[in-house]
């Protein structure tokens, strides 16, 4: 039967009480709001709330730490190459390129490491100077841990070579150890140094190792049992350290950092050929022996306690549980994955534990207003939930500038995700229409193939043409292109500012004709119809004739469309009897300017007929 969890810890929130007053939370995507209600199950109770305030709880605030975000940059290159690594390398090549991406990351960890121990001893504060201390304490345990996953899943040293890549492993991470060895060999004879007999060391091959252990570990035991020490127990008890006494071993506790420091030692002195699958076994008594009953195991006791039963799984489990952030998991994860070491780990809710953990990871990135664009690489090597994942985080980024509204609209177009560049791009619309940008609106409107969008900033290009007598933004109006068919009134603001610029350029009859398209297609809105008829005027005036006699009945026979449709107000104001005197003034000058040019085009064309006949 599966081990059930513990409960999980409770978080008190300053100032709210929660036995007298009810609590109101809201979800974000990577932290939540919690307030407190004026409701009280009490009858009488007051309807103000005891707490004023909104709490925010972030679920990974490891992502705000200057020293954890260099962490997240840096091992994010090494994650997106691991990816990358070619599937055909087999057996020694991937086994050697495997095991330096895991030694990349160590060296990743302990580089943050030592930056975070800098700071804690440069802290002027002391609570600060703790704090960061915890920190190095945190990464010290991940590089202590992920070390020792590196040797026995990703190297899987047998027997002989393990013991040495396990003294390597304390040697490393018991800080004692370096600093004694060359206090030692520094001396000027090592033998006489007070540190000489604390340092057990080793710089012998295999062979040599094994060969000489044999034949010391005989000839201890000759001298124990002849009691030739007996005299000096000094001696006596180093013969019994290196026949591996666990009695004599444990005398000189206070030598060994720690219970892994003390198996590791026991396993030089009396199994230094320990096959992996019997490490469980010495690990789990050295802990029961090198804590004698007298305190628990910690939480890295366990994780490495796991680790040396070969599982995997529980290292993974325990290590969520105790750490504060998922970097660690996800990355040894995925890690193990490449190993081949979890292809048979599925969750029940449609997920690998792979992918599963890197999804958690990067949603505690999205959290963060710069390291969401390393969460984007995480969710695409999440074949299963990772691009839909993508596309709920990457619509609730703030799009607080418009360089950070581009870089998340690349991201979403490299990866064909229409309906968040069409929902990213309106919103940018929006908020250059609300800044009365309208060029900036009507650009994004079009990149987000919004027709109704684009409709409504072309009618406000017009209401602004109409009010100022010139347009904003001629160079976008201008090269429009194929853009201009997005819409109806879009495709009438490009081609009305082409008739602007024919005009400008005096090609009065092909102005003329546009014009009149304009109008007759009904691709020009009711409402800006008068406008259009008077843009007729000057046209109508010139000493050339440039609207035909049938072009002219068109032009007409709009004008009394327009004017026959107008409707009836009730009773006028003041304002209203102004507005419509001028536009009865231009309906009288429309139809005036129109008679005399059907009349000059109907001679002109009745003399060209009668030269032609």
């Not at 009810?22 to 004026?38: A, H, I, K, R, Y």
């Not at 030692?184 to 062979?207: D, Y």
């Not at 809710?349 to 599963?356: D, H």
């Not at 908020?431 to 406000?460: E, P, Y």
């Amino acid at each position: 039967m599966e081990e059930l969890d513990g409960e999980p810890t409770v978080t008190l929130i300053p100032g709210m009480n929660s036995k007298k007053k009810q609590m109101c939370f809201d979800w974000g995507p990577g932290e939540m709001l919690v307030c407190e209600t004026s409701f009280n199950k009490k009858v009488k109770s007051e309807m103000v709330p005891g707490c004023p305030f909104i709490h925010i709880i972030r679920k990974d605030v490891d992502v705000y730490s200057q020293i954890f975000r260099k962490l997240f940059n840096e091992s994010h290159g090494i994650f997106v190459g691991l990816q990358r690594i070619e599937e055909e390398l087999t057996g020694k090549s991937r086994k050697a390129q495997l095991v330096r991406v895991s030694k990349n990351y160590r060296s990743v960890i302990r580089a943050c490491m030592e930056e975070m121990h800098q700071i804690a001893i440069a802290a002027k504060d002391p609570a600060s100077g703790r704090q960061f201390s915890i920190q190095v304490s945190i990464l010290s345990a991940m590089e202590l841990i992920w070390n020792l996953c590196e040797i026995l899943f990703i190297e899987v040293a047998p027997a002989g070579p393990l013991l040495l890549h396990l003294l390597d492993w304390v040697r490393l991470h018991v800080c004692e150890v370096d600093s004694l060895s060359a206090d030692v060999l520094g001396s000027e004879n090592p033998s006489k140094h007070e540190s000489f007999w604390n340092l057990p060391g080793n710089t012998q091959t295999l062979t040599e190792l094994e060969l000489k252990w044999q034949h010391w570990h005989e000839e201890c035991e000759r001298h124990l049992q002849d009691s030739t020490f007996a005299s000096s127990p000094h001696l006596e008890s180093l013969c019994k350290i290196m026949v591996g006494d666990e009695a004599a071993l444990l005398e000189q506790k206070d030598l060994l950092s720690n219970w892994y420091h003390f198996l590791v030692t026991r396993l030089l002195y009396s199994h230094p050929t320990v096959k992996p699958i019997d490490l469980h076994f010495y690990a789990q008594s050295s802990l029961d022996l090198f804590l004698g009953g007298e305190s628990s195991p910690e939480p890295l006791d366990n994780i490495l306690m796991a680790a040396f039963e070969f599982d995997i799984h529980q290292v993974i489990k325990e290590c969520s549980i105790a750490l504060s952030n998922w970097w660690f998991v996800a990355h040894l994860t995925d890690l193990l994955d490449h190993c081949k070491l979890l292809q048979s780990h599925n969750l029940y809710f449609g997920s690998n534990m792979r992918e599963f953990l890197l999804l958690e990871y990067a949603s505690g990135l999205f959290a963060h207003h710069s390291l969401w664009q390393l969460g984007v690489d995480y969710f695409d090597y999440c074949p299963e939930l990772g691009r839909v994942s993508l596309e709920l985080h990457i619509e609730r980024i703030p799009l607080t500038t418009e360089q950070k509204a581009l870089k998340v609209l690349r991201i979403c177009e490299q990866r064909q995700m229409t309906e968040q560049v069409r929902s990213i791009c309106k919103i940018l619309a929006m908020k250059a229409i609300r800044n009365n940008r309208l060029g900036s609106a009507l650009s994004w409107s079009i990149r987000a193939k919004d027709a109704a969008f684009a409709t409504l900033v072309s009618d406000r290009f017009l209401r602004d043409y109409s009010e100022r007598g010139c347009f904003s933004d001629l160079d976008l109006i201008d090269n429009l292109g194929p853009a201009m068919m997005l819409s109806d009134r879009l495709t009438f603001l490009g081609k009305y500012r082409e008739f602007h610029r024919l005009y400008g350029e005096k090609r009065f009859v092909d102005g003329a004709s546009l014009l009149l398209s304009l109008m007759t297609s009904q691709i020009a809105p009711r409402s800006f119809w008068m406008t259009l008829l008077t843009d007729a005027l000057p046209l109508l005036e010139q000493k050339q004739v440039i609207f035909s006699a049938e072009q002219t009945y068109e032009l007409m026979r709009c004008l009394e469309d327009l004017t026959s449709g107008r409707p009836v107000h009730g009773e006028p104001d003041a304002q209203q009897l102004q507005d419509d005197d001028i536009e009865t003034t231009k309906v009288e000058m429309l139809r005036l300017a129109l008679a005399r040019n059907l009349a000059r085009a109907i001679i002109k064309e009745g003399s060209l007929k009668g030269s032609r006949g």
